[in-house]
Every structure is written in C-alpha cells, then in structure tokens.
C-alpha cells in the first residue's frame, strides 16, 4: 500500500494551495481518507475527513477555509486550502483506514509566510 503525497510549498499568508494524495495497492472507495498536519515539535491533529460514502467533517481550525475531496475513480484525496495563515504551517499527511487497517503517507511540508 503507497500513499503519495504532493502539492506542499511555501505560499504567502491569504495564499491558497491544494494538496493531492495518490494511494495504491488498496480498494480506495471502501476506505475513510483523512488528511492530518503536524506541526514542528506538536501533536499530529486531524483536520478533514471523507468517509467512504462522502459525508466530510472539518477541524473548527480550518472549516470554512480548507475543503476535502476525494476521486474514486483515480483513487485520490484532495485538500483546497485557503486562506492561508501562518498557524496553518506544518507537514500534511494523508491517511487512509478502514475497520482495524490505517495507513499514512509521507508528509508534504506547508509553510505560510506572514
């Protein structure tokens, strides 16, 4: 199983970027796909979900700002994320899980710049 994350960078706070999350060697459409972020020395922390069936749910950190999708056909999780501000800098992963199976990517580096 191979998560494959991209997109981070560095982008000027109120800057956008989308993260993209390219998983293989799993039925994708029957897993939950999360992205969480990690900050230097912090906790990891979830900040969107979307369960097999399409239902999202956002951290109060980044709802409104960041939006999750996913393709199941490409077997890919997506994360919009706008607005951008400094707190928002830390090293995005994305995870995939179902019933006792979870598996995470590598981490893509997001710095925002005040």
């Known amino acids: 199983v191979q998560l494959q994350a991209s997109g981070g960078g560095l982008v000027q706070a109120g800057g956008s970027l989308t993260l993209s999350c390219e998983v293989s060697g799993l039925v994708f459409s029957l897993y939950v796909m999360s992205w969480y972020r990690q900050e230097a020395g912090g906790q990891r922390e979830a900040v969107a979900t979307v369960t097999s069936d399409g239902t999202i749910g956002y951290s109060d950190s980044v709802r409104g700002r960041f939006t999750i999708s996913r393709d199941n056909i490409k077997s890919a999780v997506y994360l919009q994320m706008s607005s951008l501000k400094p707190e928002d800098t830390a090293a995005y992963y994305c995870?995939?899980?179902?019933?006792?199976?979870?598996?995470w990517g590598q981490g893509t580096l997001v710095t925002v710049s005040s």
């Open positions: 995870h995939a899980r179902r019933r006792t199976s979870n598996y």
